[in-house]
């Protein structure tokens, strides 16, 4: 590895940004958080950026390198190309605040939207209840994420599309799908899924599963099986007969 | 006069993690208007890092667990000079704040039979840490956060406490002035009680497993304030820290490890931790590999491996291991869970279900696969027991109206605390922090707002902005005073002690204070981490000499305390705390002040459990 690396780094406001280009000296095993870290003790000190953990745990570090979406504490240097700059610049879904940092208030609003936790009443007469390992595997699944938001950035209805006030994004299918799948849980979230949520707007092309630094299938095992629920519900001709011949 | 945004609730909380949201919803269950305040986003706290478990005598595996073994688990661990009332409510309360987190939609490991697993750890006698693989801290934010935001709590993200504020004649608390991020303008939250839940201190230190945000906020501003800090000498440094690569030193690595069977080894490939068994725990460890193996398999008959011994224990052996050469290339020891593949068929696929993220943190950090490899690990600077001095069963401190919980708040871990403790502590603390500030809210009306001290306070953060910018002329840039204080603080005040160190720590302190008074910060007031630095180091140099001078006074080795210069126990400090306090003269002061007797009852309880 090269002694010192350049990185272009997006700076500046929503009224005007540009890139800087820094040189840093480079060590072994080093992540992109640790030059943008340097560069700010050293060079930059205004330099915003989100981080907490340094450890993959808590998704504050997501950016774009290189244009692809990850968390900056887990890139390896060693596995960027370091003949030309690595750049680093903020997620797109969302409005900039400032250099890496972006204004990801609306995913606060959104969860604060979807139908909270119901449970059954409790199995037994201490307040317990009995759950089995296989029943919750894939809840747990959805429970890893980290909410860093790569996969809103990268989901193409909210960046490109901007549909922010009729779309949920992958991040809260995931939070449905754990709460839908979630054993004990008795809300029924399928007509909001349709209507509110948006759901129909996922045209599975998987883009979130890739950027996924959990590696939740997002696709697979949230999105496609809640599609499945809500159509049996709202577009299965035997079912919408019965409920017809119900009333 | 300075321009200020104005917010006002019955209970405010400072901090979101854990010990916050749990105090939060608390004090909203009591009827209290409540606001919480919060220097990164919702859910990123450093909870998220807690990875092995929450301890709660469930008795779900072993059913000879109970809340008495709990309790002398964690008296015996923090040497007997933790708060017992604290750690006697702690051992009774956990196991049905563990329920409620169920109820709220938390979604634990499962025994066989379908409730709640629980797993090994350091120090306790029998399987009790509650747990989701190894990101059990993780679920246990969320699961507060998610069931939080639904109770009627204004979260005020990015937004950071500067002082509080005191009423007009000085005795209780009434608010807090706050900047803000995005756009660095202050505000001003008046309450009739504040809750601190501000977390550690890791950030005094090079080598941490602590957040950017693990600057000691809560201990350093309660103590302007005129509260006491307790033991304030006993940090924790977890015995397994990544080594390598230099980048990621001291990221933890979860106890659950050992607790899943996990080995220590030297250089020699010895399992060194069979050679010193401390005498109080010599019944309770095994004496034989073989048989600490089986103990990890929930053999009842069996007895801990000493890899299970308490962290302070431990952290010094690895340090023995290394100071004597037998360390491993990167300046630790070995620890090994592929071995287990001796003892288990498809251990590959075990080690990835039990141990998650630590298989992702190495492969990806460190291209080690700990399936087939063993890792490199040592001490890194963890938790703080002591900290701000409070009430066991209402969490108040000696200020009216202030409140701590959690990390920033001591007593339940004396001097050294169980891992598995930190989760169930802010559980069983933060309930009842919030439970009585909501009490003291109903009791008392908001006090007026004092407006010198709010402009003292936005004057002081706004100074370094206007200082010389000329390094020449010594202007200084605060991520070299925090850099430099944390090299300090590491070589000085860390896992070995001794007076020489210690007191060339207090007259660098000193040097880097003066130092700080020139920092100059360049940029606007937006979104500045530079500015925001600048204003952390205050604190940090409040507590590191708070640290600094109450382990130079307490002159025996205990727990996680260890001064080479008097390497034994005293029973005299063995009957006291530690108090920091400002004088009125400005200065730090430190005294001892005696434990108060246990009751018989108590006393009766340690007895039975040997």
Redesign the interface.
Known sequence: MSDKASFKILRGTKQEVKFEQYETPVSEGMVVLDAVHQIQAEQAPDLACRWNCKAGKCGSCSAEINGIPRLMCMTRLADLPLHKPVSVEPIKAFPLIKDLATDVSWNFHVKKKIKPFKPRPPDTADGTWRIWQEDIDRVQEFRKCIECFLCQDVCHVLREHQKHDEFIGPRFLVHVAGLEMHPLDTEDRLEELKKAYGIGFCNITKCCTTVCPEEIAITDNAIIPLKERVVDQFYDPLAMLLRKLKK | MVDYQKFEYDVLVIGAGGAGLRAAIEASAGGASVGMICK???????T??AEGGIAAALGNVDDRDNWKVHFSDTMRGGQYVNNWRMAEIHAKEAPERV?EL????A?F??TK????LQRNFGGHKYPRLVH??D?TG??ML?TLQ??G??QGIE?H?ECTVIRLLKDSDGSRVCGVVVYDR?KGRFQVFQSKAVILATGGIGQAYEITSN???CTGDGHSLAYEAGAELIDMEFIQFHPTGMV?????KG??VTEGVRGEGGILLNSEGRRFMFDEIPDNYKHQTADNPEEGWRYTQGDKEARRPPELLTRDHTARCIVREIKEGRGSPHGGVYLDIAWIKEKIANSEEHIKRKL??MY??FK???GIDITKEPMEVGPTTHYIMGGIHVDADSQMSNVPGLFACGECAAGINGANRLGGNSLSDLLVLGKRAGEYAAKFAGENSLDGLDEAQIEAAAEMALEPFGRNDDPQKGAE????IQ?DLQKLMQHNVGIVRKEGEMQHALEELERLGERAGRVH????R??????H?ALDLTHLLTISEAIARSALDRKESRGAHFREDFPEKNTDFGQCNHITVKGPDGKMRVHSKPIQEMPEELKAVIKEMG
């Open positions: 990164c986003l919702l859910g990123k706290a450093h998220v890092m329920r169920e109820a709220w939609g979604v490991d499962r039979d379908g409730r709640i989701v693989g990101r993780l679920e969320r998610d069931y935001i639904h979260v993200m995005e957040s950017w945000d390598w690569p230099p980048s990621v990221i933890l998650p993220s992702h943190q990806q950090l460190a840039n605060p991520y070299s850099s910060v360049a940029g606007n937006e979104f500045n981490p530079g500015w630095t």
